[in-house]
């Protein structure tokens, strides 16, 4: 069955401005989380959405948020670009409800770039 | 405070040799545990995990970990590194009765000399 899916795949945008990314996850997949990997930072958690509610958040600005559809879909949005956004944006998916021990299923990224 | 710390940014090792790599966790309870890899300008993959039971988990691409709770570790290790095993390398924990999010190490990148 296909992967996660990310788009797009790469994308620069000016500062001030905003930019949405979108992820597609594994079918039957309801658990969508999103990080940003950065060289000096890593992995940052961003947040997590199960079933269209945000379940957890990462200690990221507000610029930052995200939400899920009905079909488990999730988009997140930055608002107000600064140059510091500049990285990798991940999403993850899971069959994550109860059950811990589900490995989360990554997509390819979004290289995002703020010049 | 739950984490997970990876011991060495960066490992090398020659074409054949071992490959351990270093992963220790702070938890109150019994942690899920995964290993996973990532090359250059692709997502994460996971390699393995440790959830209950066997506490000698094998991956792919001959890699295995074992979790050892008395230590608190869970390092990765190959007996053999080939050329294609350059990447980093990401241990994570997930915390039961915790928030169910994937908290990651901040990385080793292994590198393979031949």
């Known amino acids: 069955k296909a992967g996660v899916t990310q788009t797009p795949r790469y994308l620069i945008k000016t500062r001030g401005q905003q930019v949405t990314l979108s992820c597609s996850p594994i079918?039957?997949?309801?658990?969508v989380s999103w990080y940003q990997q950065t060289p000096g930072q890593g992995l940052q958690f961003l947040f997590e959405?199960?079933?269209?509610?945000?379940?957890n958040k990462g200690n990221f600005p507000g610029r930052f948020s995200g939400r899920q559809f009905s079909n488990s879909r999730s988009e997140m949005n930055v608002s107000t670009l600064e140059l510091g956004d500049s990285a990798l944006y991940l999403c993850?998916?899971?069959?994550?409800?109860?059950?811990?021990?589900?490995?989360?299923?990554f997509g390819q990224g979004t290289r995002l770039t703020v010049v | 405070a739950q984490s997970v710390t990876q011991l060495g940014s960066h490992v090398s090792v020659s074409e054949g040799a071992l490959v351990l790599l270093r992963c220790n966790y702070s938890s109150s309870v019994p942690p899920y545990l995964f290993w996973y890899v990532q090359y250059p300008n692709q997502g994460l993959q996971l390699l393995l995990k440790y959830t209950t039971g066997a506490t000698l988990v094998k991956g792919i691409n001959g890699f295995e970990a074992e979790f050892k709770k008395s230590e608190t570790s869970f390092h990765l290790t190959k007996p053999s590194a080939h050329m294609s095993d350059a990447a980093e390398y990401f241990c994570?924990?997930?915390?039961?009765?915790?928030?169910?999010?994937?908290?990651f190490g901040t990385g080793t990148r292994l590198q393979v000399f031949p």
């Open positions: 993850a998916s899971s069959l994550l409800g109860t059950a811990m021990n589900t490995e989360a299923f």
């Open positions: 079918s039957g997949h309801r658990s």
């Open positions: 959405y199960f079933s269209e509610t945000q379940r």
């Open positions: 994570a924990v997930r915390i039961p009765r915790n928030t169910d999010k994937l908290i």
